[in-house]
C-alpha cells in the first residue's frame, strides 16, 4: 500500500537491523485518517469472505482494528494480556512470546465472543516473528471458529512470522512488506 | 447519553455492589457503531475548546478515543502501561493504581506526542478511583500543555474519582454516571 510505504519513509526510523520506530502515526500517537484508510484497504481485500469478527491483541493493534470493523459494520474483539477481575467465565487463552518486551505472556478472550459459525479476521500492526499471530489463531481454533486470514499493516519480512503463518495455512495480507532495516535505509519487498 | 444507558441496561452486567460488567460492548467485544455515537458526543461537548490531540491510555479507551478522535479531525496519543524497547528518548511518566488489578504501574509517554500548545482531551471507559485520569493529567502537566477536560464513557459516580477530578479543576463530561450498582439492579445519577 504506497501511502503506508511513503509514510514509513517519511516519519518511521530504522535502529539498525531489526527494529522500525513508527510511533509517530501507528503504534503510539495515531494517524487515525491513515487508520481509516488501512481499514478501508483491508476491507477491499477481505470482503468477499463473510468476516463476522475481528479479532486483535491489546494495545496497539486496536486502533487499526477499530477501522477495519467500521469497514465489516462488524463486532471487534481484543485478546487481554493481563486476566482482571472484569475478565472471569470461561476464557479461551494461548501464550505469546514477545521479543520486543523480552517476555513471554498469556492472552486472553472471552469464550463468549468467538464462537462457532463466527468467521474471523486477524489485525495487528506488525508481524515480526508471528507469535502474537499465532497465538490469536490458536484463539480462533479453540473457540471453533473459522479463521478468514490475518491483515498486517507492517510485515518485517526478514523475520520468520509470515513463513510460520504461511505453513499454518493463513492466509496474510500486508500492507508494507519490510525486507531490510539498515538504519534509516529501509527496503521493501513486494510478494 | 440515553443510548449508553440503553445499553448499559441491556447487556451490562452488574455484580454485587462495585463491578460493572459491559465487556460485550465497550471493552473486550467493541460496538464500533456505538463507539462512533459516543465520539461524535464528546465532539459535541468539546467542540469549542480548540482541541488538538486526544490521550487515552491502554487498552480499553484505544477504541472510544479513535472515534473521539476522528470527529475531532486530531491524532490519537495512548499512554502505554509497559516501557518496551520501543519507547525511548525521553518520556513523560506517572504513577497509576489499579484497584480492578491490584496493582500500581507507571504510564509513559514520549515527551514528543504532548507538548506546548496543545490542548489536550483526555478520554477513557471508566471513571471510579480516578487515578489513571489523574496520571494522564499530570502528563499533560509534565508536558506544558493544556488540559481542555476528560470525556468518560461511564462513571461510578459512588468511587471518588469524579471528586478528586473536580478537585484538580478538571472539567469531566460522562456519558453515563451510575449512581449504585445492586447486582442488575443499576441506578444512573443526573447531575
Redesign the interface.
Known amino acids: 500500500m504506497e501511502i503506508l510505504k511513503q509514510r514509513i519513509l517519511k516519519d518511521g526510523k530504522g535502529i539498525g537491523t531489526s527494529?522500525l520506530?513508527v510511533?509517530?502515526f501507528l503504534?503510539?500517537?495515531?494517524?487515525?485518517?491513515l487508520?481509516?484508510k488501512l481499514g478501508q484497504e483491508f476491507y477491499e481485500h477481505f470482503k468477499g469472505k463473510k468476516v463476522t469478527k475481528i479479532l486483535t491483541i491489546?494495545?496497539s493493534g486496536?486502533?487499526i482494528a477499530?477501522?477495519v470493523?467500521?469497514a465489516f459494520?462488524?463486532?471487534?474483539?481484543?485478546a487481554?494480556k493481563?486476566v482482571?477481575?472484569?475478565?472471569e467465565g470461561e476464557i479461551l487463552t494461548s501464550s505469546v512470546q514477545s521479543y520486543?518486551?523480552?517476555l513471554i505472556y498469556l492472552i486472553n478472550?472471552?469464550k463468549?465472543?468467538i464462537t462457532e459459525g463466527d468467521n474471523v479476521l486477524l489485525i495487528d500492526d506488525f508481524l515480526a516473528n508471528g507469535s502474537a499471530l499465532l497465538g490469536l489463531a490458536d484463539i480462533v481454533k479453540q473457540g471453533g471458529a473459522h479463521l478468514v486470514g490475518a491483515g498486517i499493516a507492517i510485515e518485517k519480512s526478514f523475520q520468520p512470522g509470515r513463513q510460520r503463518a504461511n505453513d499454518m495455512g493463513i492466509d496474510v495480507y500486508s500492507l508494507a512488506c519490510i525486507e531490510s532495516i539498515d538504519d534509516n535505509n529501509i527496503k521493501f519487498k513486494e510478494y
Chains 1, 2 share one sequence.
Request: aromatic share 8%.
Open positions: 527494529i520506530k510511533d509517530s503504534n503510539h500517537q495515531i494517524d487515525i485518517d487508520m481509516e491489546e494495545a486496536i486502533a477499530a477501522f470493523a467500521k459494520n462488524v463486532p471487534l474483539v481484543f487481554k493481563v482482571s477481575k472484569n475478565l520486543t518486551k523480552g478472550v472471552s463468549k465472543f
